[in-house]
């Protein structure tokens, strides 16, 4: 379940940030400002843990950047990230046993069932805005197991980068806060290979590794290039 999903473009064409479906997408001041109010805000220092909701009702990243992990073996594996702005998938059967750790500090939004089932009465748009979050995040885990086949390592790791530089609204500096082994796990690669092509990728000028994960993108087009599509 990764969060692969890019706007179609021809060859040429400079990246874009693409339109998300996202909790108060469509809602007007009041609206948004009646969410926040019935909602329980939760607040993660980098490492604190919560758990995704496992029924109706949403859990929003008002601030910062979250790692979903499942557990394997005698610890847990990092498959994927949720940005500042967007909505945590809900648990499910295949999503058993999963964590969410704050990457840095973050905020949340949580609404249980029976607040979100009054506010959707009283503002049917976000009925509409979770339907559609819901189909977003069962496009992009899709997608991402389809890259997962058909990619190669460099593909990949443009691919992470791309991704989350499009997600995070084309900001200069991709904060992913991940260790190269974290990068790796949800790539399916060993971290040697993702610190090679990080390498590369900042020898050719396309990318500045910074301290904490922060990866500075000088050359979004080239970064595009490389994602193999």
């Known amino acids: 379940m990764i969060a692969f999903k890019l706007n179609p473009r021809q060859a040429g064409d400079r990246p874009r940030p693409r ?3 996202t909790l108060f ?9 009646m969410v926040r109010w019935h909602g329980t805000t939760v607040d993660l220092l980098p490492g604190e843990t919560t758990s995704p909701l496992s ?19 005698c610890g847990s594996r990092v498959f994927a990230l949720v940005f ?4 945590v998938p809900p648990a499910s059967r295949n999503t058993r046993g999963v964590t969410l750790r704050a990457v840095d500090h973050s905020r949340l939004i949580r609404c249980d069932a029976a607040v979100f089932q009054g506010l959707v009465r009283d503002i049917p748009q976000l009925r509409l805005n979770m339907i559609r979050a819901h189909q977003d995040h069962i496009e992009q885990a899709v997608r991402g197991q389809i890259i997962l086949g058909r990619k190669v390592a460099s593909e990949r790791v443009a691919t992470i980068l791309a991704d989350a530089w499009v997600r995070l609204g084309c900001a200069a500096e991709i904060p992913l806060g991940l260790s190269r082994d974290e990068m790796g796990q949800i790539l399916g690669l060993a971290l040697e290979t993702v610190s090679r092509q990080l390498r590369r990728l900042e020898m050719d000028g396309v990318v500045e590794l910074r301290s904490r994960g922060a990866i500075l ?3 979004p087009q080239a970064l595009f290039q490389r994602m193999g599509d």
């Open 19 to 21: 339109k998300r479906p």
């Open 55 to 73: 029924g109706p009702g949403f859990l929003f990243v008002d601030r910062g950047v979250l790692c979903e992990e499942i557990p394997e073996g």
């Open 217 to 219: 993108l000088r050359d």
């Open 25 to 33: 997408r469509n809602l007007t001041a009041s609206q948004r400002a």
């Open 84 to 87: 500042s702005g967007e909505l």
